[in-house]
């Protein structure tokens, strides 16, 4: 505590030099501190779930005749109904094995239909996390029995909160989705949206009631299309390895004796491939999604950048602790002559170091929060709410270190210089101002030289970025996209039959028209640039197709194909109108 008050007293005298060096460590420490809470929820964060390092995911690389994958995972990690009921009937090694897939429905609550996500979800899928309801009960494997006779579901806590204002009555009442009611059975916990990170669950359904509540999804029970996610529990004592082998003893047979004979459209050298496919298992932890894979270069890198910028501000620090440090080289050699030790007053200056540290880390959380807040407002409005703006416990340990790392860093070579035992000679000669003044001339040299060149390196490495930002800002998108308002409506989710969706959509336009400064109407299957993407089959004349040949502009989709799509629509108010776009498919987002 004496050295601390020292310490207080000391930094009190010079507040500009102070001042500077806290605002500096607030920048560098606030940036790392707001790249690491982003890289914590994105690769470091387990499932609030019960032992989430027991929890596997499920793959099966190689050739599929049809399969639809999203944001849970690529095309290779998704499995038919068919065979996900097998294996679950099966001994498959596992504690237990459960499916999931993501749906965007229309959800009507008193009086408001509003669009929402529904996460169509096994029975085992709750009893697998090993999850407890904030409310009533979650589903079970007696909610997955029938097909289309469980109409129940569960609302996730933020749904319950943000549109029920959490209501403890909730319990019994009814919800209707895609126009189906379904009684509310209860919530589930605080923090739980599901297992697939950027999707926020609005509420959980059996899945038994896919077919009931998207019934313009055809053939999602044939073993030739492949739509489900899956994640097992590994039991108490079973490795991967173990459980791999064990799934495969399964998986195999079925594979071959059942499978296979369908795929009519594979040639010869992709049958030989399907037949060799495999259940791979990889650590489920943090739950199932390619954003993962996606951000892990890019945040890696906003690391190593933003540690540079850090190094920058513990050299220009240290810079200034040993201009400062000469003018009380005076002070350090009386002191000495009065007998403190060495270590006494290195101890005193690194406890004014790791002060300054202190008040730096403090004021980065700020500075952290609001760069959290920024970042959350550049991404889309369909991942609002998606980015945690708030600072964790892990992020205030990593904070905490960083800030004692640093004032360690910047302040060690300081210490020991200003306490060096020439100094008693120093005073006896006289001669302060000249002892010692090669070796920290040398230091502060080097401390300049590294600041420039990680200085250049930073700035080389920002003309770069900005110069492809301006390359994509001047890309020629082939409409003009000033002053264009859209928005998607999605009849066919509450049963509206072919004519009736067109009735409402020409009826849409109409009015849309009708408003005063509006140029142009349109309308697409696909919303306009914002990575959707939607395979279909086209009939070339004098083509037979064979084994081996598609005639699919795309072999995969984000989205179910069916011709109950929804449709987007989109406005633009102005002096002029513009062609109406196009929308074309492409391959899987």
Same mark, same amino acid.
């Given at each position: 505590?004496?050295?601390?008050?020292?310490?207080?007293?000391?930094?009190?005298?010079?507040?500009?030099?102070?001042?500077?060096?806290?605002?500096?460590?607030?920048?560098?420490?606030?940036?790392?501190?707001?790249?690491?809470?982003?890289?914590?929820?994105?690769?470091?964060?387990?499932?609030?779930?019960?032992?989430?390092?027991?929890?596997?995911?499920?793959?099966?690389?190689?050739?599929?005749?049809?399969?639809?994958?999203?944001?849970?995972?690529?095309?290779?990690?998704?499995?038919?109904?068919?065979?996900?009921?097998?294996?679950?009937?099966?001994?498959?090694?596992?504690?237990?094995?459960?499916?999931?897939?993501?749906?965007?429905?229309?959800?009507?609550?008193?009086?408001?239909?509003?669009?929402?996500?529904?996460?169509?979800?096994?029975?085992?899928?709750?009893?697998?996390?090993?999850?407890?309801?904030?409310?009533?009960?979650?589903?079970?494997?007696?909610?997955?029995?029938?097909?289309?006779?469980?109409?129940?579901?569960?609302?996730?806590?933020?749904?319950?909160?943000?549109?029920?204002?959490?209501?403890?009555?909730?319990?019994?009442?009814?919800?209707?989705?895609?126009?189906?009611?379904?009684?509310?059975?209860?919530?589930?916990?605080?923090?739980?949206?599901?297992t697939t990170l950027w999707v926020r669950a609005d509420i959980f359904v059996p899945l038994t009631m896919f077919w009931t509540l998207l019934p313009s999804y055809t053939g999602y029970d044939n073993r030739l299309y492949h739509w489900l996610y899956l994640f097992g529990r590994l039991a108490p004592g079973t490795t991967i390895e173990e459980a791999r082998t064990a799934l495969n003893t399964v998986y195999r047979p079925i594979l071959h004796d059942v499978e296979a004979p369908l795929q009519r459209r594979l040639s010869d050298r992709m049958l030989e491939a399907f037949r060799a496919r495999t259940i791979t298992l990889e650590p489920?932890?943090?739950?199932?999604?390619?954003?993962?894979?996606?951000?892990?270069?890019?945040?890696?890198?906003?690391?190593?950048?933003?540690?540079?910028?850090?190094?920058?501000?513990?050299?220009?620090?240290?810079?200034?602790?040993?201009?400062?440090?000469?003018?009380?080289?005076?002070?350090?050699?009386?002191?000495?002559?009065?007998?403190?030790?060495? +270590?006494?007053?290195? *101890? &005193?200056?690194?406890?004014?170091?790791? @002060?300054?540290? /202190? =008040?730096? $880390?403090? #004021?980065? !959380?700020?500075?952290?929060?609001?760069?959290?807040?920024?970042?959350?407002?550049?991404?889309?409005?369909?991942?609002?709410?998606?980015?945690?703006?708030?600072?964790?416990?892990?992020?205030?340990?990593?904070?905490?270190?960083?800030?004692?790392?640093?004032?360690?860093?910047?302040?060690?070579?300081?210490?020991?210089?200003?306490?060096?035992?020439?100094?008693?000679?120093?005073?006896?000669?006289?001669?302060?101002?000249?002892?010692?003044?090669?070796?920290?001339? +040398?230091?502060?040299? *080097? &401390?300049?030289?590294?600041?420039?060149? @990680?200085?250049? /390196? =930073?700035? $080389?490495? #920002?003309? !770069?970025?900005?110069?492809?930002?301006?390359?994509?800002?001047?890309?020629?998108?082939?409409?003009?996209?000033?002053?264009?308002?859209?928005?998607?409506?999605?009849?066919?989710?509450?049963?509206?039959?072919?004519?009736?969706?067109?009735?409402?959509?020409?009826?849409?336009?109409?009015?849309?028209?009708?408003?005063?400064?509006?140029?142009?109407?349109?309308?697409?299957?696909?919303?306009?640039?914002?990575?959707?993407?939607?395979?279909?089959?086209?009939?070339?004349?004098?083509?037979?197709?064979?084994?081996?040949?598609?005639?699919?502009?795309?072999?995969?989709?984000?989205?179910?194909?069916?011709?109950?799509?929804?449709?987007?629509?989109?406005?633009?108010?102005?002096?002029?109108?513009?062609?109406?776009?196009?929308?074309?498919?492409?391959?899987?987002?």
């Amino acid at each position: 505590m004496h050295n601390l008050r020292l310490a207080l007293r000391t930094l009190g005298r010079t507040p500009f030099v102070t001042g500077v060096a806290v605002l500096s460590l607030a920048l560098g420490i606030g940036a790392n501190t707001a790249i690491f809470s982003l890289f914590e929820q994105i690769l470091l964060r387990p499932l609030p779930v019960h032992e989430p390092e027991r929890l596997v995911n499920l793959a099966s690389p190689g050739p599929k005749d049809g399969s639809s994958c999203n944001i849970a995972g690529d095309c290779t990690a998704v499995f038919s109904y068919p065979m996900f009921r097998d294996l679950e009937a099966a001994p498959n090694g596992l504690a237990g094995l459960a499916a999931h897939r993501s749906m965007q429905v229309n959800i009507a609550l008193r009086g408001q239909t509003t669009p929402g996500t529904a996460m169509f979800v096994s029975g085992s899928y709750f009893p697998v996390l090993g999850l407890q309801p904030a409310l009533g009960r979650l589903l079970g494997p007696a909610d997955d029995e029938t097909r289309g006779g469980h109409p129940v579901a569960v609302l996730s806590h933020a749904f319950w909160e943000n549109r029920l204002g959490a209501d403890p009555g909730v319990v019994g009442t009814t919800i209707n989705v895609n126009g189906q009611p379904l009684t509310v059975v209860g919530v589930a916990p605080r923090g739980f949206e599901g297992t697939t990170l950027w999707v926020r669950a609005d509420i959980f359904v059996p899945l038994t009631m896919f077919w009931t509540l998207l019934p313009s999804y055809t053939g999602y029970d044939n073993r030739l299309y492949h739509w489900l996610y899956l994640f097992g529990r590994l039991a108490p004592g079973t490795t991967i390895e173990e459980a791999r082998t064990a799934l495969n003893t399964v998986y195999r047979p079925i594979l071959h004796d059942v499978e296979a004979p369908l795929q009519r459209r594979l040639s010869d050298r992709m049958l030989e491939a399907f037949r060799a496919r495999t259940i791979t298992l990889e650590p489920g932890w943090r739950g199932q999604s390619i954003v993962h894979d996606m951000a892990r270069t890019p945040l890696v890198l906003l690391l190593v950048v933003m540690g540079l910028v850090l190094l920058i501000a513990c050299a220009n620090i240290a810079n200034m602790l040993l201009a400062r440090g000469a003018g009380r080289s005076m002070e350090m050699a009386v002191r000495l002559s009065l007998g403190a030790s060495r +270590r006494h007053l290195l *101890a &005193l200056l690194l406890t004014e170091s790791c @002060l300054l540290a /202190a =008040l730096g $880390g403090a #004021a980065s !959380l700020l500075v952290a929060q609001w760069t959290l807040e920024f970042v959350a407002s550049l991404f889309p409005p369909v991942l609002t709410g998606v980015v945690d703006v708030a600072i964790r416990p892990r992020t205030l340990v990593f904070t905490a270190v960083v800030a004692l790392g640093t004032g360690i860093l910047f302040g060690l070579y300081p210490a020991l210089h200003a306490t060096r035992t020439e100094l008693l000679a120093v005073i006896r000669a006289n001669a302060t101002q000249l002892a010692g003044a090669r070796g920290a001339t +040398r230091f502060r040299n *080097a &401390l300049v030289t590294a600041q420039i060149a @990680l200085a250049m /390196a =930073l700035l $080389g490495s #920002a003309g !770069l970025f900005l110069g492809s930002l301006v390359n994509v800002f001047r890309t020629d998108l082939g409409m003009r996209v000033e002053n264009l308002v859209a928005f998607t409506i999605s009849p066919a989710r509450n049963g509206y039959d072919a004519q009736r969706r067109m009735n409402l959509y020409k009826r849409v336009e109409e009015e849309l028209a009708a408003i005063p400064g509006v140029t142009g109407v349109a309308a697409s299957g696909l919303a306009l640039l914002n990575g959707d993407t939607w395979g279909t089959v086209v009939a070339v004349e004098g083509f037979e197709r064979g084994p081996g040949s598609t005639t699919s502009p795309s072999t995969t989709s984000s989205a179910p194909v069916s011709s109950a799509r929804s449709a987007s629509l989109s406005s633009r108010v102005g002096s002029s109108p513009t062609p109406t776009p196009r929308a074309r498919p492409g391959s899987p987002s």
